[in-house]
DNA sequence: AGAACATGATTCCCGAAAGGTATCACTCGC
DNA sequence: GCGAGTGATACCTTTCGGGAATCATGTTCT
């Protein structure tokens, strides 16, 4: 088999059609050139050049085969490069999880981000509940899931990307939806809380039990989806608490209010397997916003 | 840069996922096939294959470039298979000049016999007068011409492909046509008879004019192809002398007669530069009928 | 015609690189 | 905890590639 120098060689020849010429070109002298054109014609098994003392031209093989050296030697370059920036995170695949409402305010600039700094990712995109994602991380389906806490920190990594309050969201002609003012625990006595699936939705579930615990509510759904939630409210079927970003969903006839002290910020969580190696996600995880 | 062998050394590690059965499979042992895969890594600049002591995997990088790898050997086996085949006339190109008559006997047969030997070699026809093709042949248009002497034979080769007799084509009714016996030259005297371009179709206005010297017949056209000539003879412009192939051309309303002694053959030849250098043309040459 | 020049091939030498043997470092399974 | 298995390292030998000088041959200028 013929080397890529021999390539090299014999496409500058072929080029130049002078071996000193050529010669100088890939910074040697004439003799090893000579010797390697000639171990390329062997190896290949025709004569590619015809040569005499005073002229040097290609024969019809090695017209032919200029063609296909030329490729070759193209190939190697983007090969290198191929494998540079993928070890780099510039090129792959990124299978990424995240949850209906994260989308809201990490998805988007997130993703908008990647097509301008990352053109040749692929982010294949899963919209999934916090425990799907988890699921799919275990299994190798996801390299990366947006979803919120909690979840094994012995095989899952994870990194806290946006914070925000939690708020309620009440019908348009709610009582509380006149009062003008941030709500406490106490206002929500007696009202119809829609809530939670505590296993689909279990960090909601779980703020909603915590800032309502003294109020003794009437939880009356189980749901896992927020836009679920907002549209049960909306269509007067109860209260709910939401996390703020939800007044940027749309939905007509409720109204949206703050809560005293806030209670727990909602936590949205980048998540990963500890073991992970792919250089999209190292790469993609310096993209992500700070908290904390 | 790395080289080719650092590829195989990678597809080999990379398929096996072992260091020691990859050099097995590579007839070498496995130190210098570490140290082939270390350089190689360094050569692209990412790591490639993530080993310790129990387990080799790719890494994505390495996913990545092992298909580019598996692509530039193969291109590395069918460059050299390519050049072969160019090199031993199997592959290319031939511009082949030809008369139209040549085409009865000669191409028709020569074309299937390379369809079938010589796939891959495109053949690009040209019909074209003798004067034209030896005109293509100098220009280097063409590679090899069918057609009629004479020719320069310093720089032109040729051989001798197809002989066959005169004979003379003349109206259906006409009164030679009914005499049933090999015709004479003397049978000629006062016919009206079409001749060919001295310069156009040399060759056959000299084989009528030589056969036909002593008896001294009206020359009546000067055209250059024989299918012009036979289809003025149906005309009832007079009568001609032809090859005797041409009575496959299946002209209506002429008739075809036997030439006492038949005169000299007509002869075709094979013609192409003394200089030639086209691997294609060298076996076609090979594929010619012999004569002579 | 003869000398000077140009060009690719050949020869010989040296240093770099590749392969082989022996060994090391580390992990795993019993 | 020890032996088996695996990849890395050290060291040696051989091979291969590049450089300087020279050769063989054909061209060109005088």
């Known amino acids: 088999m013929f080397s890529l120098d021999q390539l090299s060689a014999f496409v500058a020849v072929a080029e130049e059609l002078h071996f000193g010429r050529a010669a100088e070109r890939l910074n040697m002298t004439q003799p090893p050139l000579s010797r390697q054109v000639q171990k390329l014609e062997r190896a290949v098994g025709a004569r590619l050049l015809e040569r005499d003392n ?9 017209q032919a085969f200029l063609v296909e050296a030329r490729r070759l030697l193209a190939l190697v370059e983007t090969a290198g490069d191929l494998a540079r920036r993928v070890d780099q995170g ?43 994602q988890l699921d799919g991380l275990l299994r190798g389906e996801l390299d990366l899931g947006l979803g919120r806490p909690p ?11 946006d914070r925000e309050p939690l708020c309620a969201v009440v019908p348009g002609n709610h009582r509380l939806a006149a009062l003008g003012r ?9 009202e119809r809380v829609i809530s939670y699936s505590p296993t689909q939705a279990r960090y909601f ?25 907002i549209l049960l409210v ?32 909602v936590e949205l969580h980048a998540i990963w397997r500890r073991d992970a190696t792919s250089p999209v996600l190292r790469r993609v995880l310096t993209m992500l916003p700070e908290h904390h």
Do not use: N, W
Not at 54 to 62: F, W, Y
Not at 182 to 190: C, H
């Open 182 to 190: 941030p709500l406490s625990a106490g206002d929500f006595a007696g």
């Open 90 to 132: 510039a090129a792959g695949t990124l299978r990424l999880g995240f949850t209906a409402t994260s989308a809201i305010r990490t998805l988007g600039p997130l993703l908008r981000r990647m097509s301008e700094e990352l053109p040749d990712v692929d982010v294949i995109l899963h919209e999934r509940v916090t425990p799907a």
């Open 234 to 265: 909306a269509a007067g079927r109860g209260v709910a608490l939401v996390p703020a970003s939800a007044r940027s969903l749309g939905v007509e006839g409720v109204t949206y209010c703050d809560l005293e002290g806030a209670g727990d910020p």
């Open 205 to 229: 579930h779980e703020l909603t039990v915590r800032f309502l615990a003294e109020s003794h509510p009437r939880i009356e759904q189980r749901v896992q989806q927020i836009l679920t939630v």
């Open 151 to 161: 979840f094994d920190s012995d095989v899952l990594d994870s990194r806290v990307v």
């Open 54 to 62: 005073r002229k040097v031209e290609l024969t019809e093989a090695g």
